[in-house]
């Protein structure tokens, strides 16, 4: 074979396999990569399907018991609790002043005796923006009227009287709460009995044969009770949204051991 003929050889060789080169090079960038399986959670659709949604709002509840706010008048009744307490009508930190003096004391006696959280703003209700007695009698951030009070452990007499120490006076309002839990088996209904006392609710739960707090016709007071600590709630924990913007947080500072007594 002469030179020019192996030079030709070479060359048509040599463009074949630049021809598959090419080609190979093109059916690499047209075809879709395939991953191993434990890869394929990072491929762009894979994490497209993968990524988490986004944390819907917690709905409105009271100690995990959810308001069927698809009820037009529960609604109503909400909306209408949590405005009245908004910063506008009130025009003072009163209600962010007392939590910071009370909840660092009442939290942990709530969890040693099993009560839900949410029942720390039963004294921001009961006690309202100032503090005293009643005209009934009760008294204290619990409002303890004095026979109960003696019946839970509370000392009340001439000389004392322990339903003004914040410690003791929980002690006995978890006691009474748990009392109330266990003979309606519904915290919101507890909370209800608290105000109301356990006779008046359970003959109206009878009466209407309805034990639904929501769904229930109760007097003025009773009928707003909860809607009131769920809008406590939403004030304390949402500040900024219902314009309290002078205050500060007892999560962000010491707790004075001194609060801890009356």
Known sequence: ????????????????ILVLVIISRLNIFSTEPVYPAKHIAYTPSAFILNKPAEKAEEAYNFANEALPVNDK?????????????????????????????MFPIIEP???AYGIPEDFKYVPLVESGLCEGTSPKGARGVWQFMPGTARSYGLKVNKGKD???????????????????????????LAAAAYNNGSIKLERAINRQNEDNYFRMVLNRETGSYVYKLIAMKEIINKPNKYGYKNFYSYNQKPMPFFMAYN
């Open 73 to 101: 008048k529960v609604d109503f009744k909400l909306k209408k609790s949590i405005a009245k307490h908004r910063y506008k009508n009130i025009q003072s930190n009163v209600l962010h002043a007392k939590a910071d003096k």
């Open 162 to 188: 322990e339903r003004l120490n914040l410690r003791k006076s929980t002690i006995a309002a978890c006691k009474y709460i748990k009392e109330l839990y266990a003979e309606f088996n519904s915290w919101t």
């Open 109 to 111: 006696i709530l969890r």
């Open 1 to 16: 074979m002469s030179k020019i003929e192996m030079t030709k050889k070479h060359l048509i060789t040599c463009s074949v």
